[in-house]
C-alpha cells in the first residue's frame, strides 16, 4: 500500500551548516506535499508545502526539493539554528478535499 | 501560539473512568480533526468535521466518541479506555477538510491506567 517514510530517524548537525531532511513516498498519484514541524511539547507546525507541479520552493531559510521521477522529498534549512531542533514530519495527499498521510517523522538535533 | 487551545495538556485516567477533551480554534476555520500521535508511529487520523458534521470516522473504536456543537468547539468523549490508547491526542482545524495546512493544537498527553 502508499506510505510515506523517512530515510533516516535522527540527524545532527552543527549550528550554522545546511540541514537536509528526506522523506521518500510510494503514491504516484500524490498532488500535494507538505512538512511539519514539531517541538517538544507542541504540536505540529506547517512550513512549507508544495505542489506536484513545481519541483523546488524556497521559503524563508528553508527550501523543499521535489523529485516525482524517484518520488522523493527534501526539506533543506540553510544556516541551521539550534530553534531548529525539533522533528519533521513529511505528508503528502492527492490534494482538493482529501486528506494527507504523515511520514514518522525525523528528530533534527543542531549542536552548538 | 497557533490559533488552537487543547485542554487538559495532560490526562491521567483509570480503565473505567469517563473524560472529555476539550480543543477551540479562533481561526475561523471550516474544518477540525483530531489525531492520535503515538511513539515511533506516524499520526494517526481518527476523526474528520466539516462544518459540524463528522466526515470521516477513520475506522476508530467506539471507546472515543467525538462532538463537534459549533464549527470552533470539538471534544473528545473517552470511556472505559485501554492502557494501549495512551498517547498525544491532537486537535487541528483547516479552511478546507482536505487536510491542507493543518493547524494543531499543543495536544493532551493520556496516561491510561
Known amino acids: 500500500g502508499e506510505s510515506v517514510g523517512l530515510h533516516l530517524p535522527t540527524l545532527s548537525v552543527q549550528e550554522g551548516d545546511n540541514s537536509i531532511i528526506n522523506c521518500a513516498y510510494s503514491?504516484?498519484?500524490?498532488?500535494?506535499f507538505i512538512w511539519y514541524k514539531q517541538e517538544s511539547g507542541k504540536g505540529p507546525q506547517f512550513i512549507i508545502d508544495?505542489?506536484?507541479?513545481?519541483d523546488k520552493r524556497q521559503g524563508q531559510r528553508v527550501t523543499v526539493l521535489l523529485n516525482k521521477t524517484v518520488k522523493h522529498l527534501s526539506l533543506q534549512i540553510a544556516a541551521t539554528q539550534p530553534g531548529d531542533s525539533a522533528v519533521y514530519f513529511c505528508?503528502?495527499?492527492?490534494?482538493?478535499?482529501?486528506?494527507?498521510?504523515f511520514g514518522t517523522g525525523t528528530k533534527l538535533q543542531v549542536i552548538p | 501560539e497557533t490559533g488552537v487551545t487543547q485542554t487538559p495538556r495532560h490526562l491521567v485516567m483509570g480503565m473505567t473512568n469517563k473524560k472529555s477533551l476539550k480543543c477551540e480554534q479562533h481561526?475561523?476555520?471550516?474544518?477540525m480533526y483530531w489525531y492520535k500521535q503515538s511513539a515511533k508511529k506516524p499520526l494517526e487520523l481518527m476523526f474528520v468535521?466539516?462544518?459540524?458534521?463528522?466526515?470521516e470516522n477513520n475506522s476508530v473504536p467506539s471507546r472515543f466518541s467525538p462532538e463537534c456543537p459549533n464549527s470552533s468547539h470539538l471534544f473528545l468523549h473517552l470511556h472505559t479506555l485501554q492502557p494501549e490508547d495512551s498517547a498525544l491526542y491532537l486537535c487541528?482545524?483547516?479552511?478546507?477538510?482536505?487536510?491542507?495546512?493543518?493547524?494543531f493544537g499543543s495536544g493532551t498527553q493520556l496516561s491510561v491506567l
Open positions: 487541528a482545524s483547516s479552511q478546507g477538510q482536505g487536510g491542507e495546512k493543518l493547524f
Open positions: 481561526l475561523g476555520h471550516n474544518a
Open positions: 508544495i505542489r506536484s507541479n513545481m
Open positions: 503514491n504516484s498519484a500524490s498532488d500535494y
Open positions: 468535521y466539516s462544518l459540524e458534521e463528522r466526515v
Open positions: 505528508a503528502e495527499g492527492p490534494g482538493g478535499y482529501q486528506k494527507v498521510t
